[in-house]
């Protein structure tokens, strides 16, 4: 059996500001996995304002539905963050905090899907807590962290005209975006050799 569908990679990130460094780095991510034949869905800025998640509230939001069905159908996730004091900005951690809506799912939360990070702040401290941070998130939901992850300096105007303005931050941008779709081709050609088997068997 051959695998024919492209990877599915959902990128999660920005802020309420159109155009912030966050968000400007998630789309460039995105743009080189779809580059690397990947299907891609940025889900952003605005589609990321949700109430806050109430685990004892079952009704959810047309946005919040968005984000869980493309979270279910990815095989690999982008997460870009700004760092807020040292952390992750609470838009972004209440729309991973969504995900206990996939707890009972057969692939639960992030568990076999690869997760690229990206963190993007004026000072390097709180870029590494901030991707400390997400990184032990991302544990905590069974992802799987990329080994390389992409630290933005957000003072040093690191993109013009929603590209990077330097090389270095295209090509860690690039890099994170390579290892997701390669992870989530690998894991996908993986699932088709265990499924396999099962369907000669059936017939």
């Not at 802020?15 to 889900?43: K, W």
């Not at 109430?51 to 990815?74: E, K, M, W």
């Not at 303005?165 to 050799?193: D, G, H, N, P, T």
Request: proline residues 5%; contains cysteine.
């Amino acid at each position: 059996m051959v695998q024919t569908r492209k990877p599915f990679i959902v990128g999660i990130g920005g802020t309420q500001r159109p155009g912030s460094s966050s968000e400007l780095a998630l789309r460039y991510c995105l743009s080189v996995a779809e580059r690397a034949g990947a299907e891609i869905d940025i889900i952003c800025g605005a589609a990321l304002e949700l109430p806050l998640f109430d685990p004892g509230v079952s009704h959810r939001t047309p946005a919040a539905r968005r984000l869980i069905q493309a979270l279910r159908r990815a095989d690999g996730i982008v997460i870009a963050t700004p760092s807020y004091h040292g952390g992750m900005s609470g838009m972004i951690k209440n729309a991973i905090d969504y995900t206990e809506d996939m707890r009972e799912d057969e692939r639960s939360y992030f568990d076999g899907r690869a997760v690229g990070c990206i963190v993007c702040a004026s000072g390097d401290q709180a870029l590494g807590t901030a991707l400390a941070g997400l990184r032990s998130i991302v544990h905590a939901l069974r992802g799987w962290p990329t080994p390389y992850a992409a630290t933005i300096k957000s003072n040093d105007k690191p993109f013009v005209d929603g590209q990077p303005a330097k090389r270095e931050v295209a090509q860690a941008l690039e890099i994170v975006a390579l290892q997701v779709v390669s992870f989530a081709e690998m894991a996908m050609a993986a699932r088709v050799e265990e499924v396999a088997p099962r369907l000669v068997a059936a017939h």
